[in-house]
């Protein structure tokens, strides 16, 4: 017979071996967790610490066997089976368990399937692998957030995700309910998610502990404030941050890049930050400039804070055999280890070791060599790549990090390697901290990280997909979004076919968190050396004047309305910062009583104002909008309309519909 107590503002259930623990975590929330060993494990993982609620704020009962727990507008239910559902602040139900046992029959759902809610399949000599099973409790349920993936659909429903980070993949476990709920899947370990229509399923491959968060709240915004009041916001982000990027694979010396600048500035257009980009170092792991290609870093970066523009750097956490600091690192446990064969993780350019980010020592010492050799140069931007990690083989049991393998805690690497420059550059004394990352989970925000979607191809179909993935990103919690203007692989700048694609990008990048140019063109240039960082390709030219003159007057005339934006985005990043509201978000989540919101998945609201309706396709110049009720006005003039309908609207390349709510 289970036996059910009250610690504090927790519920506490044991039966046979599992603990179930399930307390109120911030206002309108509940955490659930449930273990098998000898006592529950103690690391909240995404979780901030518990706040303190106010007196009263929580009540527990039991009775006949079973007990519930409430929190301001969530209460769970514990039936005498173990069974868990969750209902609202109107009492309906918006998440249950499923149990389909012999022991629920006293509820009348009783099953010869033997399927528990919370399974734990031990893993012999080792932890367990777990799975949470929930109902399907409305089949016209739709999800959203959870990062990042490839794929085109913004309504989550019906898809299956693998729960790990993979170059352009980012597994941020938070999706958003059209039921009235936030969930939170507070596990790194590497696992797959299921929104299937008979029901949900979260696996973890292996884990001491199952773990999640539920809230619960009338409309998106407040289930989103909540979460994100529970895991972190973001900083308010730099004003230079709000302009436009300017980025290629890669300038090769320190002259080329200034070059570029000096254009930039001559021709008169905006630009807030230009980047060095990999391979500027003797040896991956050497964590500095090159000399013989970078002679006067110090000059550049004054140069260009002369210019008005701030330059990022690119930071790998790969350290090659050959670096000058391979060997004291492997020597003070600093590199992640592999569990068979060669001690490997990638070979691009060299055999090499990524940094164990998990561990604090290893932060440090990385962070006090990008101290040395960019921070008290005057470098205050980085641009944190190859962050999830990227292997060359994902063979994800092979890899083994100071806070357990990379089954068990892989998810949570770029949350850490955030974190080294995060605090590295707080302790410096620097504010409104903000990092390029090429991936995340859940609580990444509040270690500055301005997430990209990866080396995505250069294609129509990989421009959809981005719509979805910085979309739902940023409902899970993760504001700071933006994508590779024209795509990263591939991409001729003189061909006339790729030029309408990347024109395209660009006008929808001007209405992403960050306005980003970026990528790897044709064909490849001649490189400028053999030694050090020379060896690496360099892409084609990539700035705006790169694509003809069309395309150069389409670019001019969106960097300038993305400058006379800004004061629409510094107020939708002070949200950003406060309540952690996405800057970018769909429809619905500004109209959650309309049901047509709630379908469209290519249009999106950017600084709360605008109505934002990209052009998707080649050939295409005009598109279907809609517009949801209220006034709106096109941003390019003419006579307001009113909303609630559908409307064709002409897109003439150069310009896609975009509309201003009155």
């Known amino acids: 017979m289970a036996i059910i107590h009250r610690i504090g503002e927790a519920l506490l259930r044991e039966e046979d071996h599992e603990i179930l623990r399930i307390e109120a975590w911030g206002p309108d929330a509940l955490r659930v967790r449930a273990t098998k060993g000898p006592a529950m494990p103690e690391q909240d993982w995404a979780l901030l610490p518990r706040p303190a609620l106010g007196p009263g704020a929580v009540r527990i009962e039991t009775a006949d066997g079973g007990a519930s727990i409430s929190n301001g507008a969530i209460r769970a239910e514990l039936a005498r089976s173990g069974k868990l559902s969750f209902f609202g602040a109107r009492g309906q139900p918006i998440l249950e368990e499923s149990l389909r046992t012999r022991r629920d029959i006293l509820s009348g759902d009783c099953s010869a399937l033997e399927l528990e809610a919370r399974e734990f399949r031990p893993i012999i000599g080792g932890d367990y692998e777990i799975a949470a099973r929930f109902e399907s409790l409305a089949p016209e349920e739709r999800i959203y957030g959870m990062g990042q993936y490839q794929q085109p659909y913004l309504d989550l429903k019906g898809t299956e995700l693998e729960l790990a980070q993979r170059n352009s993949q980012a597994s941020v476990p938070f999706f958003l309910s059209s039921l009235g709920y936030g969930f939170l899947w507070n596990n790194p370990s590497i696992g797959r998610a299921s929104f299937a229509k008979n029901g949900t399923t979260w696996r973890a491959s292996s884990s001491e502990a199952l773990d999640y968060w539920v809230t619960a709240a009338d409309e998106p915004a407040g289930i989103l404030e909540r979460y994100t009041g529970a895991t972190g916001h973001a900083p308010m982000m730099p004003d230079f941050a709000m302009g436009f990027w300017q980025c290629k694979l890669r300038y090769q010396t320190q002259e080329e890049l200034l070059g570029v600048a000096r254009e930039y500035k001559r021709r008169g257009i905006p630009i807030s930050v230009i980047v060095v980009d990999f391979f500027h170092w003797p040896t991956q792991g050497d964590w500095r400039f090159d000399p013989a290609y970078w002679p006067d870093p110090e000059a550049m970066v004054a140069e260009l804070k002369g210019l008005g523009i701030e330059l990022m750097v690119s930071v790998w956490p790969t350290v090659d055999y050959r670096s ?14 592999t569990e068979r064969g060669i001690r490997v993780s990638m070979d691009f350019q060299g055999n090499s070791l ?52 990379d089954l068990a805690v892989g998810n949570i690497y770029p949350l850490m390697y955030a974190r080294a420059f995060f605090e590295g550059m707080e302790a410096a004394g620097q504010e409104n901290i903000i990092n390029l990352i090429r991936c995340a989970w859940a609580g990444s925000q509040r270690f500055g990280a301005l997430v990209w979607s990866g080396d995505i191809h250069s294609s129509w179909k990989s421009l959809r997909c981005q719509l979805a993935a910085g979309l739902n990103m940023g409902i899970a919690g993760i504001p700071w979004w933006t994508t590779d203007i024209g795509g990263f692989h591939g991409g001729d700048p003189n061909d006339p076919e790729f030029r309408e694609l990347f024109a395209r990008w660009f006008e929808y990048g001007t209405f992403c968190p960050v306005m980003r140019l970026h990528g790897d063109r044709e064909p490849r240039q001649p490189q400028v050396g053999s030694s050090g960082g020379a060896g690496c390709r360099s892409g084609a030219p990539n700035e705006v004047w790169s694509y003809g003159e069309e395309v150069y007057g389409i670019c001019v005339e969106h960097i300038e309305l993305r400058e006379r934006l800004k004061p629409r985005i510094a107020e939708a990043m002070r949200a950003a910062h406060e309540r952690g509201l996405p800057p970018m978000r769909p429809l619905f989540f500004d109209y959650p009583e309309d049901a047509e919101a709630w379908r469209i998945e290519d249009q999106f609201l950017f600084c709360d104002s605008y109505l934002v309706a990209p052009v998707l396709g080649p050939g295409l110049r005009s598109r279907s909008v809609y517009l949801p009720k209220g006034r709106w006005r096109s941003i390019r003039g003419g006579a307001a309309l009113e909303g609630g309908r559908h409307l064709e609207c002409e897109a003439p390349l150069g310009w896609i519909p975009v509309f201003e709510r009155e």
Do not use: Q
Not at 362 to 391: C, H, M, Q, S, T
């Open 354 to 405: 990524h940094f164990d980010a998990t561990k604090g020592a290893a932060r440090g010492y990385v962070w006090g060599k990008v101290k040395r050799n960019y921070y008290d140069k005057g470098i205050r931007l980085f641009w944190l790549d190859e962050a999830e990690p990227e292997y060359t083989a994902y063979d994800f049991d092979n890899y083994r990090y100071h806070l357990g393998s």
């Open 324 to 337: 000058e600091n391979f060997a004291e690192m492997r020597d003070l446990g600093h590199l992640i280890r």
